[in-house]
């Protein structure tokens, strides 16, 4: 089971390379993945019980021909990885927990243990709101499957399969998605990437 976690580290990487030869801001920091050495893991996989489960087989099936070769690698993954949703609690949205989350690799409380680097996959279903939000980390995405609307600084977009979104320390973001789940990579750099992120 460790070993498809491990092709999966590999695919991703192998996916964010192509993107960091263009030498921009979205180019640099797909650069810090690749070059960042994986420890070897001090945790396990284990199948997930996470209420996100539910969308898993969904949530792969609005790729597109450039995110194939990372969706496949990712697909028998999804099951097992370490899905959560812990941020602050909400009144006006009770089941947010219900419907997005996180399964990270490689971070301070993942398999992979790294105190200044995540990496990981984001799992929204569909019709949902991922909520006005900042972190001090710099994010880095891309878009495995499905289409959604993500919003930078009150500026919103339709963003698709294959398309890289970078989040700047502390700026203010969102995703919504429709009618298809949404299925992400990320990455968090910087000085802080213990603190979580904070609704507005
Ligand atoms: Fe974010």
Redesign the pocket.
Known sequence: MQDFIARLIEESKRFLNERAQIDDDIGQEAAKFVAREIPAPSGTFEKSDSPLIRWIEDSAKHGSSETANLLKALKPALPFLPWKYNYELRADMPDLGNRMGWGEILGPEAPYHDEHFCFGFTLLGKNTLYPA?Y?PAT?LYVVLSGHAEWTLDGVSKVRGPGEFIL?PSNHV?SMQTRDEPLLALYTWSGEDVVTL?KYV
Do not use: K, R
């Open positions: 939000h972190h994010e989040h973001h992120s």
